[in-house]
């Protein structure tokens, strides 16, 4: 059964960092592309970034590029957000999502890790 | 990168059929099949329902379809019944490697 269990989340003032942590069971992982997706309260799904299989390759939405560091470690199955100059509107649930390898879909998420940025 | 416009709110009542638009751009969902959709109940994590546009996961009811004409994806959810009730999210591959949401549409069964 694939699992996705993030941890790392909390609490922290606009301006600092925190780094998630997603840890993967169940599947392949080195053979899948990997996500981050976040969701403020109550509001709808955003797209924060992605990382490819090898590591080298990686995406970000705007709102979080050159803040936002995706990485990953295939010998520990685990999938890295590093978030730095944190935001207000940071603030959000964060998944970390598995997508079917070569199919262009998620098919897998986590149960989220809460970030609140906040003074 | 700007998200994908969906209706805020749609409602029917059960047995009748509704559907939800998606609309982007050339550089997302008018300029790639992987369109995909998500129902999300209230408390819980996003269920993919739709991808490519149409296709749907085994165990997904055959009351789900998808379509797409230009920048524009539907969907159309038929008979609708009341565990239906939930948020519903598109999502299309989009230039530069990411991928873009829409907002969302509540769906409020009568």
């Known amino acids: 059964e694939v699992q996705l269990v993030e941890s790392g989340g909390g609490l922290v003032q606009p301006g600092g960092s925190l780094r998630l942590s997603c840890s993967a069971s169940g599947f392949s992982f080195s053979s899948h592309v990997m996500h981050w997706v976040r969701q403020a309260p109550g509001k709808g799904l955003e797209y924060v970034s992605t990382?490819?299989?090898?590591?080298?390759?990686?995406s970000y939405a705007d709102s979080v590029k050159d803040r936002f560091t995706i990485s990953r470690d295939d010998s520990k199955d685990t999938v890295y957000l590093q978030m730095s100059s944190l935001r207000v509107e940071d603030t959000a649930v964060y998944y970390c999502v598995k997508e079917l390898s070569g199919a262009y879909r998620f098919d897998s998420w986590g149960q989220g890790t809460l970030v609140t940025v906040s003074s | 990168q700007s998200a994908l416009t969906q209706p805020a709110s749609v409602s029917g009542s059960p047995g009748q059929s509704i559907t939800i638009s998606c609309t982007g751009t050339s550089s997302d969902v008018g300029g790639y099949n992987h369109v995909c959709w998500y129902q999300q109940c209230p408390g819980k994590g996003p269920k993919l329902i739709i991808y490519?546009?149409?296709e749907r996961p085994s165990g997904v009811s055959n009351r789900f379809s998808g379509s797409k004409s230009g920048n524009t994806a539907s969907l159309t959810i038929s008979g609708l019944q009341t565990e239906d009730e939930a948020d519903y999210y598109c999502c299309s591959f989009a230039s530069g490697g990411t991928w873009v949401f829409g907002g969302g549409t509540k769906l409020t069964v009568l």
């Open positions: 490519e546009g149409y």
């Open positions: 990382i490819r299989t090898g590591g080298r390759s990686t």
